[in-house]
C-alpha cells in the first residue's frame, strides 16, 4: 500500500514538473516572438494564461492588454476573444481592481452568451463587492446554462439568502 502512495505521489510530482517546464518553454517562445515583433494577439492571450496560472497577475494582464489591442476583429476568433476579455478580468480581480474586473466580464458574456465561466466570474466579482442581487442573477444565467454547476448552485443560495436578508431590513 506504502509503496502504491508513493508511486502515485512521484507520478503526481513529475507530472508537475513536466507541466511547468512545457510552460516556461511555451512562455519562453513567446516571448521571443514578441522581443522580435512577431508575436501575434493569440501569442500574448497565451503567454497572458501563463501568467496568470503563475500568479504574476501584473505581467498577465500587459500581455492580454497587448492581446486585445492588436486584436484584428475581422480575422480574430470572437469566442477567443471572449477569453481574452474573461483572462484580462480574472486579472483585475486578482489585483483587486473589481469595477475593471466587471466590465471585462460584461464583456466577455455579451460576446458570449453561453459562457458559464464568464458568467460564474461575473457574479464571483459581484459577490465580492456585495452585490448580492447582480451575483446571484449572474448565477441564475449559469444555471440556466448549466443547471448541473453545482458552484453556481452554491453560490446562488447564498445570495439569495443574502437578498432576502436585505430585503427583510427594509
Not at 518553454?25 to 501569442?43: H, L, Q, Y
Not at 477569453?83 to 466580464?105: C, M, T
Request: aromatic residues 10%; neutral net charge.
Amino acid at each position: 500500500t506504502l509503496l502504491g502512495f508513493l508511486s502515485v505521489g512521484a507520478y503526481v510530482v513529475v507530472q508537475q514538473v513536466l507541466s511547468k517546464r512545457g510552460m516556461d518553454e511555451m512562455a519562453k517562445d513567446i516571448g521571443e516572438r514578441s522581443r522580435n515583433d512577431e508575436a501575434t494577439p493569440v501569442d500574448y492571450y497565451e503567454l497572458g494564461v501563463i501568467l496568470l496560472r503563475k500568479k504574476l497577475f501584473t505581467q498577465a494582464n500587459q500581455n492580454l492588454k497587448k492581446a486585445l489591442k492588436t486584436w484584428d476583429p475581422e480575422t480574430g476568433d470572437s469566442e477567443v476573444l471572449a477569453q481574452v476579455h474573461n483572462a484580462l478580468g480574472y486579472s483585475y480581480f486578482n489585483l483587486d481592481r473589481f469595477e475593471e474586473a466587471i466590465k471585462q466580464y460584461r464583456t466577455a458574456v455579451e460576446m458570449q452568451p453561453g459562457y458559464v465561466t464568464a458568467w460564474n466570474n461575473l457574479g464571483d466579482v459581484l459577490e465580492k463587492q456585495k452585490k448580492y442581487s447582480d451575483a446571484l442573477g449572474a448565477y441564475q444565467e449559469v444555471l440556466g446554462l448549466d443547471p448541473s454547476n453545482n458552484v453556481a448552485k452554491e453560490r446562488a443560495n447564498w445570495c439569495r439568502t443574502r437578498v432576502e436578508r436585505s430585503q427583510g431590513m427594509l
